[in-house]
């Protein structure tokens, strides 16, 4: 087929984006509320939670591999890629919903508890995420629909995003009588979007269809898949990409719950979201109304501030990246190439990252601009790491005749799930290092370092992920060369049929 003719319909794409939406809801809890619940709710130290997240990683170098190498020598009459978001969807939903339970258990078994659920759900993500992003890889050859397949599953990325990092403390509250720390406001919690997820996972299982297939002679050989992708320079720019974005946003994300918590200055956030956070309609804000679906009060006291405020801070944030990924990501990568556009972007991301640190504690609207103009410059390029990644697994091809998609996903997949691990585990050794101790009053010392994490430390390895961008060769013109080659190979081998 070719590549012109490979037109995936919206009702597809948006079928296979409900797949990120269900492995979003437990990503962006790993990524934004995995340290903060270890610490204020579990009760376990920030070094000792930041030791769990990294050595999580020494397990995935195992078993991330084996998973792309698994899926890609997966025969089903539904494809390679697409029994594997069925069959890990249940077992995905268990251990997430354990993640965030806490047993009635001694200090050091806790850690041994926390550390063992954490590591088994992220070997289950591996085995649901990696095919699932494999299997975006291989809906169309064509370019521009694999951009537009990547930007509408970022849409319900994105709105899953916005439900996790909005409503999770507001419902932790409803559940959890009224406070954001309570265990079982987060086991349940988590169980309702364990639940969805499944819901979401089955619907990609359903509506999606696989339509690239590896060279009909390619025979199977670990040994050259692992040869041609060590020898990949555009993988291996992708690799190193992935790591420090996405040390970067667990760093940031993690760190943003002690910034709100201990930093920002609770009573000009109650002013700010009682008077200011949108306009009101009689005596309550439209966002209080929203709220108070949840439970809780309409006038924000200091006892809830921090989940209304943080709450508030990030739906603002979504909102944004959502406008982003929608109106700026196709156009922008369509007129300039996927590389310049993420060059550009990133780099003021770093910028409006680094700006957190300046801020004052009372001054709670630069806060909330600051947080738009990182979220807007941020939003183009949330697509494109993906779209790439399907470009990388196309370029490999071009060079070896060969094709290893599940293989090449596999190594950003470890990437992504190592950056998530180094910048949880960053974040701990900061604010410990600084003197953090949870649920009390922080040291002037201590904020020092909860505002580090928030700021400048991730502005840094922001602007060391740009860096590797320059080391990936794919342009918009080899891009284009690549996929007209490709085209002309695969019709070829058609015809020979």
């Known amino acids: 087929m070719n590549a012109q003719n490979q037109k995936v319909s919206l009702g597809e794409k948006i079928g296979y984006s409900m797949g990120d939406g269900a492995a979003n809801l437990a990503f962006q809890m790993m990524m934004m509320f995995q340290m903060f619940f270890y610490t204020d709710v579990f009760g376990i130290k920030a070094t000792a939670a930041g030791t769990i997240l990294l050595v999580a990683r020494l397990v995935d170098a195992f078993v991330d591999p084996v998973a792309g190498v698994l899926a890609d020598r997966t025969q089903t009459r539904w494809g390679k890629y697409r029994p594997w978001v069925l069959w890990t969807a249940i077992p995905f939903a268990v251990f997430f919903v354990l993640a965030f339970t806490t047993p009635d258990l001694g200090e050091q078994m806790k850690i041994i508890y926390a550390g063992i659920t954490y590591t088994l759900m992220m070997s289950i993500y591996s085995f649901n995420n990696t095919p699932y992003s494999s299997l975006g890889g291989v809906m169309s050859s064509d370019i521009h629909e694999r951009t537009s397949i990547a930007s509408v599953r970022f849409v319900t990325a994105t709105v899953?995003?916005?439900?996790?990092?909005?409503?999770?403390?507001?419902?932790?509250?409803?559940?959890?009588?009224?406070q954001a720390n309570d265990p079982k406001g987060w086991m349940l919690t988590i169980g309702l979007f364990a639940v969805v997820g499944i819901v979401l996972f089955f619907i990609t299982f359903v509506s999606t269809k696989e339509r690239i297939a590896p060279p009909k002679d390619q025979k199977n050989d670990f040994k050259q898949d692992f040869k041609d992708l060590i020898h990949c320079a555009p993988w291996k720019a992708m690799f190193i990409l992935t790591l420090f974005l996405f040390i970067t946003l667990s760093l940031f994300g993690s760190a943003m719950s002690y910034y709100f918590n201990y930093y920002v200055d609770k009573r000009a956030l109650q002013s700010f979201v009682t008077d200011f956070g949108l306009v009101a309609v009689g005596d309550i804000t439209p966002f209080q109304k929203f709220l108070n679906l949840f439970g809780l009060i309409s006038k924000p006291d200091l006892s809830n501030v921090f989940a209304v405020g943080y709450s508030f801070f990030n739906m603002i944030g979504q909102l944004v990246t959502l406008a982003g990924v929608v109106l700026l990501s196709q156009p922008l990568s369509r007129k300039?190439?996927?590389?310049?556009?993420?060059?550009?972007?990133?780099?003021?991301?770093?910028?409006?990252?680094?700006?957190?640190?300046?801020?004052?504690?009372?001054?709670?609207?630069?806060?909330?601009?600051?947080?738009?103009?990182?979220?807007?410059?941020?939003?183009?390029?949330?697509?494109?790491?993906?779209?790439?990644?399907?470009?990388?697994?196309?370029?490999?091809?071009?060079?070896?005749?060969?094709?290893?998609?599940?293989?090449?996903?596999?190594?950003?997949?470890?990437?992504?799930?190592?950056?998530?691990?180094?910048?949880?585990?960053?974040?701990?050794?900061?604010?410990?290092?600084?003197?953090?101790?949870?649920?009390?009053?922080?040291?002037?010392?201590?904020?020092?370092?909860?505002?580090?994490t928030s700021s400048l430390v991730p502005a840094l390895t922001f602007l060391i992920a740009t860096v590797a961008l320059f080391f990936y060769p794919i342009s918009k013109r080899v891009n284009q060369q690549i996929q007209a080659e490709l085209s002309e190979r695969r019709n070829v081998d058609s015809n020979k049929l």
């Not at 790439?388 to 060079?399: L, R, Y």
């Not at 996903?409 to 960053?426: P, R, T």
Request: glycine share 12%; with cysteine; proline share 2%.
């Open 160 to 178: 899953a995003t916005f439900i996790v990092q909005g409503l999770t403390l507001p419902l932790v509250s409803k559940f959890g009588n009224g």
């Open 336 to 452: 300039f190439g996927k590389r310049n556009v993420f060059v550009v972007c990133m780099t003021l991301t770093a910028v409006f990252t680094g700006l957190f640190f300046f801020v004052d504690a009372d001054q709670i609207g630069w806060i909330f601009i600051i947080n738009i103009l990182k979220n807007a410059a941020y939003a183009p390029t949330i697509p494109l790491l993906w779209a790439m990644m399907g470009d990388v697994a196309d370029f490999s091809e071009w060079k070896n005749r060969r094709r290893a998609t599940g293989f090449a996903f596999a190594g950003v997949v470890f990437a992504l799930k190592a950056g998530l691990g180094i910048g949880g585990a960053l974040c701990g050794v900061i604010v410990q290092s600084f003197g953090f101790v949870a649920n009390t009053a922080q040291s002037e010392h201590s904020l020092n370092g909860i505002r580090l």
